[in-house]
T-cell receptor, first 110, second 115 residues
Framework: TQLLEQSPQFLSIQEGENLTVYCNSS?????LQWYRQEPGEGPVLLVT?????EVKKLKRLTFQFGDARKDSSLHITAAQPGDTGLYLCAGNTGFQKLVFGTGTRLLVSP | NAGVMQNPRHLVRRRGQEARLRCSPM?????VYWYRQLPEEGLKFMVY????????ESGMPKERFSAEFPKEGPSILRIQQVVRGDSAAYFC?????????????FGSGTRLTVV
């Protein structure tokens, strides 16, 4: 069974702080996606990383895919209250199905 | 999320009743995926369908659950004789021609409560 472990599970920070969320697995994935989910809604795709070592930036968010394509990280610079939500990584097994991580619940206070 | 339409948003069923969850994919998307999110857990893959075909149902419970994606109309996830443990949020996602690298578009989900 492929598992994706995310850490930390919960993170409560003040506006303006930086943070990093980690997504780790012992399995190799063909690609990895990051989603953000708000209460009562479905996950919204933030980014897809495909190549080992790839780094993608989306405004204040920086995503990195590990060289071996087993792990990933999400770094947020100068967090804002609007960044509050559940962050999910999801690995693509190559068979059209995603394995989702355990999730990181982020709360950014003003 | 607006592109993938799921209904109903909330569904309450008594134990033993049937639940039907509908999903209309984004325009032009021919691949549909169903995921289940139990309280305080991550999303778990259930089934992957193309029009009139079930491609992968490895995540579906062996009994009481079925899914279809007919030539015309929405995809349907059907749960017969629901039990309390079926209470969860069920999400549908779609993609065009299995473009896994581009990620999926998820609907807002159907929250099923079994009483």
């Amino acid at each position: 069974t492929q598992l994706l472990e995310q850490s930390p599970q919960f993170l409560s920070i003040q506006e303006g702080e930086n943070l990093t969320v980690y997504c780790n697995s012992s399995s190799v994935f063909s690609s990895l996606q990051w989603y953000r989910q708000e209460p009562g809604e479905g996950p919204v795709l933030l980014v897809t990383v495909v190549t080992g070592g790839e780094v993608k930036k989306l405004k204040r968010l920086t995503f990195q895919f590990g060289d071996a394509r087993k792990d990933s990280s999400l770094h947020i610079t100068a967090a804002q209250p609007g960044d509050t939500g559940l962050y999910l990584c999801a690995g693509n097994t190559g068979f059209q199905k995603l394995v989702f991580g355990t999730g990181t619940r982020l709360l950014v206070s003003p | 999320n607006a592109g993938v339409m799921q209904n109903p948003r909330h569904l309450v069923r008594r134990r033993g009743q049937e639940a039907r969850l509908r999903c209309s994919p984004m325009k032009g998307h021919s691949h549909v995926y169903w995921y289940r999110q139990l309280p305080e857990e991550g999303l778990k893959f259930m089934v992957y369908l193309q029009k009139e075909n079930i491609i992968d149902e490895s995540g579906m419970p062996k009994e009481r659950f079925s899914a279809e994606f007919p030539k015309e109309g929405p995809s349907i996830l059907r749960i017969q004789q629901v039990v309390r443990g079926d209470s969860a949020a069920y999400f549908c996602a779609s993609s065009p021609k299995g473009q896994e690298g581009n990620g999926y578009t998820f609907g807002s989900g159907t929250r099923l409560t079994v009483v």
